[in-house]
Structures are given as C-alpha cells and as structure tokens.
C-alpha cells in the first residue's frame, strides 16, 4: 500500500519557469509534510516542511501548498534555475505510535533547461 | 555544525560476502535512522533508534541484516551474507526530538 503518492515521475521546466510537483496521502493520522531535495550521489536534503494548520509556507522561492480535505500537498518552485534540477521528494509522517517514521513518495525528477 | 556521517560512501562485494556500514549522527540528535533507498525510489525505513534502543525495526529483515547503536551515538548497520538483491544506498539520518530528519550521503552497496 503506498501512502504518499507523487506526480509527476519527471518534470522539464525552463529557465524562469515554475515547477509544481504534487503528493497525495492516504494516512490522515499524518501531520508533517516536508520536502526532500536529492542530487545525484548525495543524500535527501531538507528543503520545506509544513503541518497541516497552516495552507501555504514560503521560503524564498519554494512554497508547498496544503489542502487538509483533499489530503493533498505540492511543491512550487518559482523562477526554476538549472542549479534546482535534481529529484525532489516528498513525504509525510506522524507523532503518534511510529513516531517521526518518514514514509517517501518515489520522487520527481526535475530538469531545468537554461 | 558537522552533518550525519557516513562510511564508507561505496562498497564493492561478492555474494554471501558480510558488509558493514557506520553512521556518526549530528551531535546531540538522540534519534538514528536507516534507511534504504533502491535506485529510482523514495528512502524506506529499515530501523530506527532513540538513544540506544531500536524503536522500530519492523522493516529489517532480521534473518541476514542487523544493527547496533552502542552508547546512543554512532550505528552500524551489518549484513550477513549479502545477496545480489541488497544493492542499494543505505543512508542514515539523525533528529533532535523532532520530525526533522538529516540525511547522510549514503552507502552506495554493489553486490555482484
């Protein structure tokens, strides 16, 4: 059963472009939602978070979007430049009985052309 | 402030040859994790530990994998034997009491 589905798979943005990618989860027990930014021989690296009393969280050009009855969340990157292209994962956990256990959608992979 | 360290970065073995791998977390991070990560895939939980104590390793498979996180700091994630199946990253992250996880740059394991 995967509990945090993301899409798309892969993502080719131009310069200046935004970048949205989108989650979906089924755990409504889930209330963190970062963001993993993962380049090539790197590991995971914490990009954004947000819990589910707020919508919107904006640092600089990343914003995730949360919509609590939808049980949805996505990434927008604005004015993407070639240095975000990497694979950007999302994921979600809990405080309760697995607590802070991170369950990882499988990753999108985003190209910015210059 | 050092991030979550990890050795070594790349591993080369035979089958049914054992492997370990060390993770030094972020200094006063009381929570270990190790994760797996298959090419193309999200990271998945193996183990995790809060101090000492592994919390949940319901994921590891305990007839070849095991671990260790003596005196609550440094980790080490063994296999015995390894098979051509466990190639993969295995990474460690670290959290201070929170949902934030840290990540390592991995153990890249290439089991041939």
């Known amino acids: 059963q995967q509990q945090v589905k993301q899409s798309p798979q892969s993502l080719i943005v131009q310069k200046g472009g935004i970048s949205i990618i989108n989650c979906a989860y089924e755990n409504t027990a889930f209330d963190y939602f970062p963001w993993y930014q993962q380049f090539p021989g790197k590991g995971p690296a914490l990009l954004i978070a947000i819990r589910p009393d707020v919508s919107e969280k904006k640092e600089g050009r990343f914003t995730i979007s949360f919509n609590k009855s939808a049980k949805q969340f996505s990434l927008h990157i604005m004015d993407s430049q070639p240095g975000d292209s990497a694979t950007y994962f999302c994921a979600a956990s809990h405080s309760g009985g697995s607590n802070y256990k991170l369950t990882f959608g499988k990753g999108t992979l985003l190209t910015v052309n210059p | 402030e050092a991030g979550v360290v990890q050795s070594p970065r790349y591993k080369i073995i035979e089958k049914k040859q054992p492997v370990a791998f060390w993770c030094n977390p972020i200094?006063?991070?009381?929570?270990l994790y190790w994760y797996l990560q298959n090419l193309g895939q999200g990271p998945e939980l193996l183990i995790r530990?809060?101090?000492?104590?592994?919390?949940?390793d319901s994921q590891l498979p305990k007839d070849r994998f095991s671990a260790e996180r003596l005196k609550g700091v440094d980790s080490t994630l063994k296999i015995q034997p390894a098979e051509l199946g466990d190639s993969a990253v295995y990474l460690c992250?670290?959290?201070?009491?929170?949902?934030?996880?840290?990540f390592g740059p991995g153990t890249r394991l290439t089991v041939t």
């Open positions: 530990y809060e101090n000492e104590e592994a919390v949940d």
């Open positions: 200094s006063g991070h009381n929570t």
């Open positions: 992250a670290s959290s201070a009491f929170t949902n934030e996880q840290y």
